[in-house]
């Protein structure tokens, strides 16, 4: 019996490691790359956008694997879906001071 106690013992510290992990690291980053996908595929024309780089804008033209932002008037750049970092959504413009 003492054996059969010890291989429970054993094997519960690295099952509850596993545990602790999955929680806290990899069930949080698979619903974020989860919720990154569903936000690139559901990209359409006027919405606002940061890029990953820091280039706010809008959407002009959506492709297959790219995207073309209107960044000023007559300023448009291309740039790949997975440069997009975050969608603005019901946030207030500015207005623009000339």
Known sequence: MP????LVQILYLPT???????FVI?????QQQKKTKE???NLKKNDEVVTTSGIHGSVAI????????RVD?????EFDREAIATVISGEVKPEVVK
Do not use: T
Request: net charge positive; with cysteine.
């Open 16 to 22: 509850m490691l596993f545990l602790v992990l999955y």
């Open 39 to 41: 936000m690139l595929a």
């Open 3 to 6: 054996q059969h106690e010890s």
């Open 62 to 69: 959506v492709k297959e694997k790219s995207v073309v932002l």
């Open 26 to 30: 990899i069930r949080p980053n698979s």
């Open 73 to 77: 008037e007559g300023c448009r750049i």
